[in-house]
């Protein structure tokens, strides 16, 4: 995985739920099938609510009318990212669209596991409550390896928490890929 | 500093002495679950990731149901069956339950539960999140993703982190008038619908180890609607007692030490306790049935994992006895063990089922129908602007169907009494 990402800043606030990451109609579309599956990176983020999508004013939208990618990298969020549904749909979604990371204040447990596990996005943890402090559209950059994201518009940098036992994974790139280079499998 | 039965669980899967919450292990584990829903796609990635020689870890430990939607002329509902019956057929499973025929069970966690999966001490993951229930019978349950699900299909492991426990102790006589859901409703409307994530919600208390082992999935099942891992109780008499009818046995009944650590504590006495809803849109937007009272309902729905078994539906039967219902009423039992139950058991000498169709019921075949909205032909499904009032778990919008429909969520009492007077109503209204 990338060590640094740069790229620019979507923010959201708390419970954004499965639902909103991915709509339970799109769930029709193949994941396989290289032309369908780009309908997710289309739909993703679809579900939030116009007056809540890209904080602090909303009403930005995350994709562009028809496109299949966003021009946004980094999703900033409130607390319990990805609860609801177990639908691995809702990180696959995010990736299509070209998120790399998301630093949220907490996540729902099964988007955490699922996100890190099918090596889909990057979820960490921030140490204080970023959504005030970053503006959808601002220029951030994350360093995986000193866990801390700055803000380029304001040149504040802020700490993220270390996922812990969890790295070696997020570093293979997914469950499988770190379980082949263990040996595991 | 001891440890709580979640922790003990872990440690013991995990070949450890010890652990603490925060930690991750990797878990051996003793049961996988899948449906139709999330099995297919969950193959398609072991196939991919495994090779064409993949193997499956183990196959007995390895359940199928079809459960979901299942009795529906959808294409895509049907095909995904599909996929599962010659995946079964392929790897000769020996635990697919197949939709149309004498095997075919209902909703997987009930049916985990009627088959003897649920063995106290051990370690059950499923691809559905109310995975949870099994934790009723002190077994560390939890649902993943099917990622996660494809990779314990092919190796029996996955990693985990240790939750830290939250306990909820509920002391007193169950009155008449509560059920196991108006203690979990409780619960959420005080820690909310993230008060549980990554932690385990044990359950304790002389009301709780009263409760039977289908009121005890009641709790289980909805600790998922606060964000939680798991949930868990004790294994004990009662639940040895379940596990003998069905000529099963526990292999390791853990108890949380005296001294062991949890992250938060709440004490409940259960006369204080009022008969709850969950107000539209979310299980933690709750509210007395009282403050409730009057409000008008288009349909009636009882059914699901968390509100379709036998004891719900006798509960039920307390108050429709000799009344009808005033607006539509669906019945959906759990499996078709709860099924040939209502046959069975009685109500002041009358069985359930006669007293639920004497009421103008409508009684459908056991799945999950409903309670995820299904396919436009799903039975009971909310439709246009219905007001409903149900047994279920989850009221987000368009949950049970329809965008623009309201669901409040109840005890099987409080929808019975809503029933018979076509507005929700206090089941004390109904109990004398
Ligand atoms: S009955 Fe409802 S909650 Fe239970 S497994 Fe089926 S869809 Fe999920």
């Known amino acids: ?185 | 500093m001891g440890m709580t039965i979640t922790e003990k669980i872990m440690a013991k899967s995990s070949g450890k002495d010890k652990v603490s919450p925060g930690e991750s292990v990797w878990l051996n584990v003793d049961v996988l679950m899948t449906h139709d829903v999330c099995g297919p796609p969950m193959m398609k990635i072991w196939q991919n990731e495994f090779g064409t020689n993949a193997k499956i870890w183990d196959k007995d430990k390895f359940v199928v149901f079809p459960d979901h939607y299942i009795f529906t002329a959808n294409v895509h509902a049907n095909r995904n069956v599909q996929i599962l019956r010659d995946f079964a057929e392929k790897y000769n499973l020996p635990n697919y339950y197949d939709v149309g025929t004498e095997r075919y069970k209902g909703v997987c966690h009930i049916a985990l539960a009627e088959e003897g999966f649920n063995i106290p001490g051990t370690v059950l993951f499923g691809t559905d999140s109310h995975t949870c229930t099994s934790g009723a019978f002190g077994v560390f349950a939890t649902g993943v993703g099917n990622t996660d699900a494809a990779f314990i299909l092919g190796t029996g492991k996955i990693w985990e982190k240790i939750p830290e426990s939250i306990k909820f102790t509920f002391e007193g006589k169950l009155p008449d008038y509560l059920t196991a859901k108006d203690l979990i409703l409780q619960i959420l409307g005080d820690i909310t619908t993230d008060g549980g994530t990554y932690r385990a919600l044990e359950f304790d208390g002389n009301a709780v180890m009263a409760l039977d082992m289908n009121e005890r999935m009641t709790l289980c099942n909805m600790a998922i609607e606060a964000g939680a891992m798991n949930g868990i109780i004790a294994a004990d008499e009662t639940t040895e007692a379940f596990l003998n009818s069905i000529g099963k046995e526990s292999q390791e009944k853990f108890q949380s030490d005296a001294n062991a650590n949890y992250y938060q504590k709440y004490k409940y006495n259960t006369a204080e306790i009022e008969p709850l809803v969950a107000k539209p849109h979310s299980p933690d937007n709750r509210d007395t049935v009282r403050n409730m009272k009057g409000e008008k309902l288009t349909k009636c729905y009882i059914g699901s994992c968390t509100g379709g078994k036998i004891n719900d539906f006798v509960s039920a039967a307390k108050i429709l006895i000799g009344k009808e219902v005033k607006v539509p009423t669906f019945i959906v039992p759990a499996s078709t063990n709860t099924a040939k139950q209502l046959e069975i058991e009685t109500y002041k000498g009358i069985s359930i089922k006669e007293i639920l169709e004497g009421a103008g019921c409508v009684i459908a075949q056991s799945s999950c129908a409903a309670c995820l909205g299904g396919p436009d032909d799903t039975f009971g499904r909310a439709v246009d602007r219905d007001v409903v009032i149900s047994t279920t778990n989850r009221n987000f919008p368009g949950r049970m169907g329809s965008k623009q429909s309201e669901v409040y969520l109840a005890s099987p009492l409080t929808v019975a009494a809503s029933a018979v007077s076509g507005v929700i109503t206090d089941p004390r209204d109904y109990l004398v």
Do not use: W
């Open chain 1, 1 to 185: 995985m990338e060590k640094h990402i740069t790229g620019v800043a979507y923010v959201l606030g708390a419970n954004i739920d499965t639902d909103q990451i991915i709509p339970a109609e799109n769930l029709v579309y193949s994941l396989s099938d290289a032309e369908e599956s780009k309908k997710y990176g289309h739909f993703a983020l679809s579900g939030v609510p116009f007056d809540k999508a890209g904080l602090p004013d909303g009403q930005i939208p995350f994709i562009d009318g028809e496109n299949t990618e966003s021009e946004f990298t980094i999703i900033i969020a409130g607390s319990n990212f990805g609860c609801g549904s177990s639908r691995e749909h809702a990180p696959f979604a995010l990736e299509k669209a070209g998120i790399k990371a998301i630093i949220a204040e907490s996540y729902a447990r099964i988007f955490y596991r699922n996100a890190v596990d099918g090596g889909f996005v990057v979820p960490l943890e921030s140490e204080s409550r970023l959504v005030s402090e970053i503006r959808t559209g601002d220029q951030v950059e994350l360093n995986f390896e000193a866990s801390t994201l700055e803000n380029k518009r304001t040149g504040k940098t802020y700490s993220l928490n270390s996922p812990g036992t969890v790295l070696p994974i997020i570093e293979a790139g997914g469950l499988f890929n770190y379980a082949r280079n263990e040996g595991m499998i």
